[in-house]
């Protein structure tokens, strides 16, 4: 049933946001489909890629989930040979989490895929489109995760 009702601008940019989510989540679960990894192990060896070394708690915080959650990941990584624990040299109870060599490989199949798609998928955008579209992105990711309850949205890592 529709509502008589119509959308206000905020209430259309929410819906625009919405509909942008589910399409990025099938995007993404596409790209890691076509290397034949999970969408889990695509996000944590992109951070890991994009920030070097990390704790748990980083990548938690980056991924936005709670630090169980990312540590389950995680420990998958090790397993499957994609990252390694070290323990911190300056904080011998701090364990740290790398790309192995493994995982350095997978970063570069990523990167390789997700610039294939992103030139095919903006072939027609302009490089000014582009820094437009990721700027107001930006602003709305800021201003979404500024005005959030501070357990729902984690402030970017």
Known sequence: MSSDLPETPPQTLLRSVEAFSRTLRESSLGVARDIGCSKGTLAIVRILQRRGTLQV???AHA??????VASRQVSQLVDDGLVERTVDDGDRRVRTIRLSPAGRSLAVEIAAVLERRAH??????????????????????TTLADRAPA??????A
């Open 151 to 156: 357990e729902a949205v984690l402030t970017p």
């Open 63 to 68: 991924l936005r989930v709670d630090i169980s």
């Open 57 to 59: 708690s980083d990548i």
């Open 120 to 141: 095919e998928v903006f072939a027609d955008w302009s490089s000014e489109e582009l820094a437009d579209a990721a700027a107001t992105l930006d602003r709305l990711t």
